[in-house]
């Protein structure tokens, strides 16, 4: 089982990215997916989590700004950033509570796409 991220880059300040993270292998399900962003000498931080049913979960930081979205069927979850933040640069980790066809689930996670925010 794999998490690879896409869509990382240098944007300016009030720009928008938007982040896609796909899983692949031997999946029998996916709980909870979501995004973590570590920026330079700063630990590990939630950004945002979506259930497979149910309401999403924002930082107070990016709440109105970033919204989060999956599609069960690809196996895969998304991150819009509008309206980005020179606070908001960071690498961008996907994680994803998955089962696997020959195990109990565990937390899966990306190895991480850069965001900065600059003018």
């Known amino acids: 089982v794999q998490l690879v991220e896409s869509g990382g880059g240098l944007v300016q300040p009030g720009g928008s990215l938007r982040l896609s993270c796909a899983a692949s292998?031997?999946?029998?399900?996916?709980?909870?997916m979501g995004w973590y962003r570590q920026a330079p000498g700063k630990q590990r931080e939630l950004v945002a989590t979506?259930?497979?049913?149910?309401?999403?979960n924002y930082a107070d930081s990016v709440q109105g700004r970033f919204t989060i979205s999956r599609d069960n069927a690809e196996n895969s979850v998304h991150l819009q950033m509008n309206s980005l933040r020179p606070e908001d640069t960071a690498v961008y980790y996907c994680?994803?509570?998955?089962?696997?066809?020959?195990?109990?689930?565990?937390?899966?996670w990306g190895e991480g796409t850069p965001v900065t925010v600059s003018s």
């Open positions: 979506i259930p497979r049913y149910g309401s999403t």
């Open positions: 292998g031997s999946i029998f399900s996916i709980n909870t």
């Open positions: 994680n994803a509570n998955i089962r696997p066809t020959w195990g109990y689930a565990m937390d899966y």
